[in-house]
Nanobody, 115 residues
């Protein structure tokens, strides 16, 4: 059974930082590109960042480049998103998934940036 459990969200002031974590189980984690996605109120889910299965390459949405950093630990089956210099437009529910995404999604973790 696929399980993706996101954590680390919260309320933070603009300019602040948060570190999101995702624990994955029930998937062949070590051969999957893993990513972070987000969904803001009234908007569709969008891609945020990804890292290839072998740690070699990363990719980011233009809106987060230079502020967010994705990392992964294949031994622990975890994916992390370090978010710095947060802006109000980063407010969303954040999800991890493979990229391209599987059908199953976790509950996500809410990030709220206040000014």
């Amino acid at each position: 059974q696929v399980q993706l459990v996101e954590s680390g969200g919260g309320v933070v002031q603009a300019g602040g930082s948060l570190r999101l974590s995702c624990a994955a189980s029930g998937i062949n984690f070590n051969i999957l590109h893993m990513g972070w996605f987000r969904q803001a109120p009234g908007k569709e889910r969008e891609f945020v960042a990804q890292m290839t299965y072998n740690y070699r390459y990363t990719d980011y949405a233009d809106s987060v480049k230079g502020r967010f950093t994705i990392s992964r630990d294949n031994a622990r089956r975890t994916v992390t998103l370090q978010m710095n210099n947060l802006k109000s437009e980063d407010t969303a529910i954040y999800f991890c998934n493979s990229n391209p995404p599987m059908e199953s999604w976790g509950q996500g973790t809410q990030v709220t940036v206040v000014s």
